[in-house]
């Protein structure tokens, strides 16, 4: 049984590029959320999706967006990056309706803006 | 709104001995979980111990064990027989009923020493 998968796993980009980060949840979940981990610091929510809607957004810049397919995947852009983007992306699933059960986290995506 | 506080940036414990990792929370609501994940260098967040704040018994997982005190919103995590694989970022974690938005302490970085 896969758990969250995540890809790339490093990336490395220039100030003003784009970017896009992709995520697979764990089988049976339909749920997606994404975190940033700046170094030494803890994860920051971005935003999650179910039933390919946003469904909350945490304090980040229109910069970042998303996307949930029919298959529950799910993308993360970034758009004119800067150097403060430069972190891990860690992605989350888990059930919508059993939201009591944590989430299960992806090995990351570390980005590096240079 | 909601915020998590570890105050230990790092702690130490001797193999086999047990270490207490601490963690205080803000919330205005009564209705939440805590968690506690752990984060080895590989960078996957691995849920160690969870809480719902409307069960007064604190939760335990074979060595993991938390104190929950809802009124002085703390949660501390007690390491028992500490092993040298239990070295890793530890992060304290508060997400509200109705809410996608769980909220990370900075961490604290767990060093075993054999």
């Known amino acids: 049984d896969a758990g969250v998968t995540q890809s790339p796993t490093h990336l490395i980009k220039t100030r003003g590029q784009q970017v896009t980060l992709r995520c697979s949840p764990k089988?049976?979940?339909?749920?997606v959320s994404w975190y940033q981990q700046a170094l030494g610091q803890g994860p920051q929510f971005i935003f999650q999706?179910?039933?390919?809607?946003?469904?909350q957004r945490g304090n980040f810049p229109d910069r970042f967006s998303g996307h949930q397919f029919p298959n529950y995947s799910s993308e993360l852009n970034v758009n004119a990056l800067l150097l403060g983007d430069s972190a891990l992306y860690l992605c989350?699933?888990?059930?919508?309706?059993?939201?009591?059960?944590?989430?299960?986290f992806g090995d990351g995506t570390r980005l590096s803006i240079l | 709104a909601q915020t998590v506080t570890q105050s230990q940036p790092e702690m130490s414990v001797q193999e086999a001995e047990t270490v207490t990792l601490s963690c205080t929370y803000d919330?205005?609501?009564?209705?939440?979980?805590l968690f506690w994940y752990k984060q080895p260098p590989s960078r996957q967040m691995i849920l160690v111990i969870r809480?719902?704040?409307?069960?007064?018994q604190n939760a335990t997982e074979n060595r993991f064990s938390v104190n929950f005190q809802k009124a002085a919103k703390s949660f501390s995590l007690k390491i028992s027989d500490s092993q040298l694989g239990d070295a890793a970022m530890y992060f304290c974690?508060?997400?509200?009923?109705?809410?996608?938005?769980?909220?990370f302490g900075a961490g604290t970085r767990l060093t075993v020493k054999p």
């Open positions: 989350a699933s888990g059930r919508w309706t059993v939201r009591e059960q944590p989430q299960h």
């Open positions: 089988s049976g979940h339909d749920t």
């Open positions: 809480q719902e704040a409307y069960k007064q």
């Open positions: 974690a508060l997400l509200l009923y109705n809410n996608n938005d769980m909220r």
């Open positions: 919330t205005s609501e009564s209705d939440y979980y």
């Open positions: 999706y179910y039933e390919e809607e946003e469904r």
